[in-house]
């Protein structure tokens, strides 16, 4: 995003951080764990109260530990206000923060609920952001939980930790842990913030038995991982996932002691030969350190506790939540240049890269994903380019949880394009639905993104997702009243899919020979997935 449109934004910012302008009316005191919070009458029918403890702050010596249970305070606490934002680069363009700050005291979330929601028991969606578990924030403009609320649900989004203070593992760290477990703090964090919402949730309107977990990209990886995660499985009713599972090749565990090693190596890059040094350094060392070249990568580990074994296999074996899962991905995930760099689309080209990421597998690559002509190749190296970033695991997620789980899933394909930016821009707009694309409109903040000139179809799109996601989340299923029919995925071989564009319908799904094909590639198990 331009700093120009980022300006843009300032003024709306004031209103949509949830403390409405002068003259608000207050709301509360709600009494939670940790004390009394008053939140704000945003005007509108919503209730907003934001920045909530729901962990202690991970500093000092509980940084690189569990999540430790809140500090309570005195008096009556002012929810009227975003906390900090979880420590992370300036890695995203796009992402739009309303939080007061950034630190490593960051464990804090945001309930949005309809204002008569006293001593009534609606149902909640938890949304993780996306960011690639490095960056990205609760107070987000695109997740803001009011348009839901609306609707009838308690809204809630979460921080959780992200790069080195989320994800380092260290063989200290896993011998001081009472679970011999090191790494996924940031997925302790969303644990942690669930079994939160079950202990306090009813003080806001919100049944816990009917709790939806939801999130886009890591948000939604990290669903799949809640869903296979014994600490979290039995705390959830229902799943949402755009874009992203926790299954090879996107963002798969690894064992517990290469993650470990990973630690080490990073460990020396900045000096400390041990964790108490690893401790001592301070939070802005650290992430400047993740920012070196080669020096922010930190996986995901099958610790042992958090996750006991990948969730692909977990899933395999039906050990996940069954419950009902709304799950699908964008039409162009990732673009042709994905694949092709810059080289031009010519069929030659094209070969010659599905050769060489395919080896022998190519001729049958190429008869799937064929590329006979220039706009042959677009397509076919689109869909591949998209495919390997992130659609292929989360169409095996999908296809795992409709043989396993027990339960019904929903499989939609987000194929509605972008209008015209308001202001005009250099580059050539894409031809489909880019990654990420689909929050705004699934939870009703078109008009918190004034890069786009949103049309009246945009507008018509997002209120009939946001009648598919309130259904789901509700009853389990995308079924509301004057929303097209939207079928279940069902076991047998043929897939209905859910086509949302300007004219959403179901079809019949046309990736099912293409997406077997990769996980015919993707199907020798690694070690973390025996």
């Known amino acids: 995003m331009q700093r120009s449109s980022r300006l843009a934004l300032a003024g709306v910012l004031v209103l949509l951080a949830g403390a409405a302008p002068g003259g608000a009316q207050s709301v509360g005191p709600v009494r939670i764990e940790g004390g009394r919070v008053e939140g704000t009458d945003l005007g509108d029918g919503v209730h907003a109260f934001l920045g909530i403890p729901f962990a202690a702050p991970p ?37 739009v923060f309303r939080s007061s700050g950034m630190g490593e ?73 009472p679970h011999h477990a090191a790494g996924d703090y940031g997925l302790l964090d969303q644990a942690a913030a669930l079994d939160w919402v ?46 992203g599972a926790m299954i090879r ?36 060392s650290l992430l400047a ?26 899933f395999a074996a039906g050990a996940q939540a069954h419950v009902p899962l709304l799950v699908g991905w964008n039409s162009e995930e990732a673009g042709w240049r994905a694949l092709l760099a810059n080289q031009e689309p010519t069929p030659e080209n094209y070969a010659a890269v599905v050769r060489r990421l395919f080896g022998a597998d190519a001729d049958e690559a190429l008869r799937l994903f064929p590329g006979a002509t220039p706009a042959q190749v677009r397509e076919s190296a689109t869909r591949l380019a998209g495919a390997r970033f992130i659609a292929y695991g989360t169409w095996k997620w999908a296809e795992l949880q409709r043989r396993t789980g027990g339960r ?26 880019v990654h990420s694309a689909e929050i705004e409109y699934a939870l009703g903040n078109l008009a918190t993104n004034q ?29 509301g009243a004057g ?28 990736d099912q020979a293409q997406m077997r094909f990769l996980d015919r590639v993707y199907a020798a198990p690694t070690v973390s997935e025996r």
């Open 105 to 177: 005291d960051c464990l804090y979330l945001n309930v949005w609920t309809p204002g008569d929601a006293a001593g009534r028991t609606l149902p909640v969606l938890v949304y993780f952001y996306g960011g690639g578990n490095v960056a990205g924030d609760g107070s987000e403009l695109r997740y803001d939980g009011a348009s839901l609320a609306r609707r009838g649900l308690v809204v809630l989004t979460v921080n959780y930790r992200l790069g080195v203070f989320g994800f380092l593992a260290h063989p200290e760290l896993t011998r001081e842990s």
């Open 451 to 479: 890069v786009y000139a949103w049309t009246p179809a945009d507008l018509a799109l997002s209120q009939v997702m946001q009648g598919y996601w309130s259904d789901f989340v509700k009853t389990g299923a995308p079924d």
């Open 198 to 243: 079950r202990r306090n949730i009813a003080a806001f309107g919100g049944d816990p038995r009917r709790v939806t977990i939801g999130g886009e990209s890591a948000g939604s990886i990290a669903v799949s991982a809640l869903m296979a995660s014994p600490l979290s499985r039995g705390l959830i009713a229902g799943a949402i996932g755009e874009s």
């Open 408 to 433: 019904p899933v929903y499989r939609y394909l987000f194929a509605q394009p972008r209008p015209a930016t308001v202001a005009p821009s250099p580059s050539p707009p894409p031809g489909g639905a």
């Open 59 to 95: 500093v000092g010596e509980l940084r690189w530990r569990a999540p430790a249970p809140v500090v309570p305070w005195t008096g009556v606490r002012s929810a009227v206000a975003f906390g900090p934002r979880c420590m992370q680069l300036p890695i995203f363009s796009d992402m």
């Open 483 to 510: 929303l097209p029919r939207w079928p279940a995925m069902g076991r047998g071989e043929a897939v209905q899919v859910m086509i949302l564009e300007r004219q959403p319908h179901a079809a019949s799904a046309d």
């Open 249 to 284: 090749p996107t963002m798969a565990p690894v064992p517990l002691a290469e993650a470990e090693q990973a630690g080490v190596r990073f460990a020396g890059t900045v000096g400390a030969t041990s964790l108490a040094q690893l401790r001592a350094l301070p939070a802005d």
């Open 289 to 314: 350190a993740t920012g070196r070249p080669g020096n922010g990568r930190f996986p995901i580990a099958i610790d042992g506790w958090f996750l006991p074994r990948a969730p692909a296999a977990i």
